[in-house]
């Protein structure tokens, strides 16, 4: 009915917005060199919670390597997120929502809580607020890494939110060079080990990120390091300890 209002003017596509592929949507002609202005093309969604959270951090990888909707320059997005997201995404360094959301949205773009609307805005309205956000993909990101990387030093950090930084950047060094190695990295990036995770500005991170990318091109086995494998493993080791006990008890 919509496209039918609309001859030539609206198209309505019926499909899966975590699979279809915007970057073959629009003509050629609509892209812009990524230093430009944002080109003719504005991503605009009231998506389902449950879909919308996933979405950014896929679109904010694609903004990292500009590729999907970001072939075509520095595509704007306005989404919403419930609320409690939408602060997340635009907390600044210090503020109670800061987390690793605001730190991954915010290297990449320009973020802004445009307003809030109402719960009872919605039929059937929905148990909580709901927040609109803009996003404009920064010309130069603020942290000059692949995207995986920061994501990882990112996560590690906030993992522990109420502890010392130090404690989640422990987490990405293996257990026998652990204090060593995260003492070298905070001392490297010139941070005090002593901020929360919350306390750290982007340029904070943007240090460590640099610091442990130099780490991992020393040691190329460090990416790929995951503490939980480790532990993982531990704890089996230790298992088939026990059991080897047992059966020479039996
Ligand atoms: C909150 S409603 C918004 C409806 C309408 N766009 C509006 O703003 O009033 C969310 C809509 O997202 C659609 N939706 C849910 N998952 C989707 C997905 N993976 N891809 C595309 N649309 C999706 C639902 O069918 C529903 O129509």
């Not at 093309?41 to 389902?48: A, F, R, Y």
């Not at 257990?175 to 080990?193: H, K, N, V, W």
């Amino acid at each position: 009915m919509l496209s039918d209002a609309a001859p030539g003017k609206l198209r309505i596509v019926h499909g899966d917005v975590l699979t279809f592929k915007i970057e073959k949507a629009f003509p050629e002609s609509l892209k812009r060199p990524w230093e430009d202005d944002p080109p003719n093309v504005h991503i605009i969604g009231n998506l389902p919670f449950s879909v919308s959270t996933p979405l950014i951090i896929k679109w904010l990888e694609n903004i990292s390597r500009r590729d999907g909707p970001f072939a075509y320059g520095r595509t704007q997005m306005t989404l919403t997120f419930q609320k409690e997201v939408a602060e997340r995404l635009t907390a600044n360094t210090g503020g109670k929502p800061r987390s690793r959301l605001s730190v991954m949205a915010q290297y990449l773009c320009s973020v802004q809580h445009v307003f809030t609307i109402p719960g009872r805005a919605f039929v059937p309205k929905p148990e909580v607020d709901v927040g609109v956000v803009h996003f404009t993909p920064l010309i130069q990101p603020k942290i000059e890494q692949p995207f995986k990387l920061v994501e990882k030093v990112v996560q590690n950090v906030f993992q522990f939110r109420r502890k010392y930084c130090l404690r989640g950047l422990s987490m990405l060094f293996p257990e026998a060079q652990r204090m060593e190695r995260t003492g070298r990295l905070l001392q490297r990036a010139d941070i005090d080990p002593t901020l929360r995770p919350g306390q750290l500005s982007i340029s904070h991170f943007r240090s460590l990120c640099e610091v442990y990318r130099k780490m991992c091109d020393e040691d190329p086995h460090l990416f790929a390091y995951n503490f939980r494998e480790e532990l993982k493993q531990s704890k089996s080791k230790s298992q088939e300890k026990d059991d080897d006990k047992e059966s020479y008890v039996l």
